[in-house]
T-cell receptor
Framework: AQSVTQLGSHVSVSEGALVLLRCNYSSSVPPYLFWYVQYPNQGLQLLLKYTSAATLVKGINGFEAEFKKSETSFHLTKPSAHMSDAAEYFC????????????FGTGTRLTIIP | GAGVSQSPRYKVAKRGQDVALRCDPISGHVSLFWYQQALGQGPEFLTYFQNEAQLDKSGLPSDRFFAERPEGSVSTLKIQRTQQEDSAVYLCASNWAGLNEQFFGPGTRLTVL
């Protein structure tokens, strides 16, 4: 069984400040981890994914995440927040070949303060 | 088309009505997934197809929910005798196969009155 926990349902940062969104996972098999972003009334867009290659993963829009097995974490960061980053962010895990369903966290709503 | 499309985008149903939600995956994608996203929550898995075979339907909440993908392309999620608790956004996703990125459609927002 797999699960993810996102700490903080709402995060607010000032424009230009560091963005840190937290995700911890639980998995009985080596996990594949994903961060998705969802803008209002839209589907989910992949930001980045970890697939057991490099532990530091770079994604779109300046986001990156680091896989830390010892901490079972996959936190999402961006050095400098932009107004356009305001959205809902979901961490997800999968790891079963043959049924690659995603298990999502409850999401973190990111607000950017001008 | 270039991406996953879903129709209708919005559906309002009276309690007890049957509804059908359509998903057109990206051409050539073998795997197709349906998820349910309640307000303020993350998406939750409903069912999974590989081509026309429904390999996992463990997430379907009741026998009122039924999904099909008869020709291995377009999929339909049907909900019979809708209830208020069925109100949610229903997301469809597809990919080639394996542990790769799933491409999501815009979703269908179902409101049951």
């Amino acid at each position: 069984a797999q699960s993810v926990t996102q700490l903080g349902s709402h995060v607010s940062v000032s424009e230009g400040a560091l963005v840190l969104l937290r995700c911890n996972y639980s998995s009985s098999v080596p996990p594949y981890l994903f961060w998705y972003v969802q803008y209002p009334n839209q589907g989910l867009q992949l930001l980045l994914k970890y697939t057991s290659a490099a532990t530091l993963v770079k994604g779109i829009n300046g986001f990156e995440a680091e896989f830390k097995k010892s901490e079972t974490s996959f936190h999402l960061t961006k050095p400098s927040a932009h107004m356009s980053d305001a959205a809902e962010y979901f961490c997800a895990v999968t790891g079963d070949f043959g049924n690659e369903k995603l298990t999502f966290g409850t999401g973190t709503r990111l607000t950017i303060i001008p | 088309g270039a991406g996953v499309s879903q129709s209708p985008r919005y559906k309002v149903a009276k309690r007890g009505q049957d509804v059908a939600l359509r998903c057109d995956p990206i051409s050539g994608h073998v795997s197709l997934f349906w998820y349910q996203q309640a307000l303020g929550q993350g998406p939750e898995f409903l069912t999974y197809f590989q081509n026309e075979a429904q390999l996992d339907k463990s997430g379907l909440p009741s026998d009122r929910f039924f999904a099909e993908r008869p020709e291995g392309s377009v999929s339909t999620l049907k909900i019979q005798r809708t209830q208020q608790e069925d109100s949610a956004v229903y997301l469809c996703a597809s990919n080639w196969a394996g542990l790769n990125e799933q491409f999501f459609g815009p979703g269908t927002r179902l409101t049951v009155l």
